[in-house]
């Protein structure tokens, strides 16, 4: 069964380091998704993409988050000078189109030293 | 935005007993999913369903669009069940999802 791919499942960085998360959306999907999760709290939409830009951000996705679909199959989160708040699990999820169900990768855990 | 209300927050049971999470939300939605989050933390797909009523295996959902609740059914529960269950909508009709996540409700099966 095709499935959301993510790498790496868990990252230590330094704070005011860049990272970048990467994931590999189902193949015939359009619609690619980064959302977040800090421990003990509910899911939280970051930013949709669809048709190589952004369609929709949160509040939450600010300067220092960009998002890039550098080929065919990857779709990357950068964070640019991450802060201990970055802390969290973050899901990259894609749907077929805009309105149809949204399956999710399993995670990446970002820990923010 | 709109607002997801989940029921029970907390939930301990005994293996081989049944039960009900309630999803309430507070606008009318074209997309309704139900995940199970694993103690690893993973997001599995239960259901997508924005209305009607669903069966896989021992889980079975039903969403009632016009009075705006979805209800998850765990039945003959095993420890593996064990996990938070989270209820997501978006309402947007045409355009990209944006799913409002619930805080969840935490289950807990007991052998």
């Known amino acids: 069964e095709p499935e959301v791919t993510q790498t790496p499942s868990h990252q230590v960085t330094q704070m005011g380091q860049e990272v970048i998360l990467r994931c590999v959306p189902i193949?015939?999907?359009?619609?690619f998704y980064w959302y977040r999760q800090i421990l003990g709290q509910k899911v939280e939409f970051l930013v949709s993409?669809?048709?190589?830009?952004?369609?929709?951000k949160s509040e939450i996705f600010d300067d220092q988050f960009s998002v890039e679909r550098p080929d065919g199959s990857n779709f990357t989160l950068k964070i640019r000078s991450t802060k201990l708040e970055d802390s969290a699990m973050y899901f990259c999820?894609?749907?077929?189109?805009?309105?149809?169900?949204?399956?999710f990768g399993q995670g990446t855990r970002l820990t923010v030293v | 935005g709109i607002q997801v209300e989940q029921s029970p927050p907390d939930l301990i049971l005994q293996e081989g007993a049944n039960s009900t999470l309630r999803c309430n939300f507070s606008?009318?939605?074209?997309?309704l999913q139900w995940f199970h989050q694993n103690p690893w933390g993973q997001l599995i797909n239960l259901f997508y369903?924005?209305?009607g009523t669903k069966q896989n295996g021992r889980l079975s959902a039903t969403t009632v669009a016009t009075e705006r609740y979805s209800l998850l059914y765990i039945s003959s529960s095993q420890t593996t069940d064990s996990g938070v269950y989270f209820c997501?909508?978006?309402?947007?009709?045409?355009?990209?999802?944006?799913?409002?996540f619930g805080k969840g409700n935490q289950v807990v099966v007991i052998p």
């Open positions: 997501a909508v978006d309402r947007t009709l045409y355009g990209n999802n944006r799913l409002a």
């Open positions: 193949s015939n999907h359009l619609y």
């Open positions: 606008d009318s939605v074209n997309n």
């Open positions: 999820a894609s749907s077929e189109d805009g309105n149809t169900e949204a399956f």
């Open positions: 369903i924005p209305s």
């Open positions: 993409f669809y048709n190589n830009e952004i369609s929709e």
